[in-house]
């Protein structure tokens, strides 16, 4: 089992900045980390992920904006985001499963092995 808590969201304006945090624990071998978001009505769509050999991949929508690290345990997963627009504006959730070490993470159907309970980020004009 791996759970997965995040934390780092909240209320920015346009072009502001923000950094979410996801806490693994339990059993980590064996999986990667990832950051997916979902806003209402839309199915959760992957942002980015970084596979086994450490290697970071992202959605187009946010290349060059987002950046997506961890700790050298990865056990703690970070996405800074920055130049934030409107279309940003949604559920965050950090996932765990053995797909993401292998596969990009917009290839990644978002049933994941395991989820955390998400943080909202909201940017505003």
């Known amino acids: 089992q791996v759970q997965l808590v995040e934390s780092g969201g909240g209320s920015v304006q346009v072009g502001g900045s923000l950094r979410l945090s996801c806490e693994a624990s339990?059993?980590?071998?064996?999986?990667?980390l990832g950051w997916f978001r979902q806003t209402p009505g839309k199915e959760r769509e992957g942002v980015a992920a970084?596979?086994?050999?450490?290697?970071?991949n992202y959605s187009d929508s946010v290349k060059g904006r987002f950046t997506i690290s961890q700790d050298t345990n990865r056990k703690t997963l970070y996405l800074q985001m920055n130049n934030l627009k409107p279309e940003d504006t949604g559920m965050y959730y950090c996932?765990?499963?053995?797909?993401?070490?292998?596969?990009?993470?917009?290839?990644?159907?978002?049933?994941?092995?395991?989820w955390g309970q998400g943080t909202q980020v909201t940017v505003s004009s």
């Open positions: 996932g765990a499963d053995g797909e993401l070490c292998f596969r990009q993470v917009v290839r990644v159907a978002a049933d994941l092995a395991y």
């Open positions: 339990g059993y980590t071998n064996g999986v990667c």
């Open positions: 970084i596979d086994d050999d450490d290697i970071p």
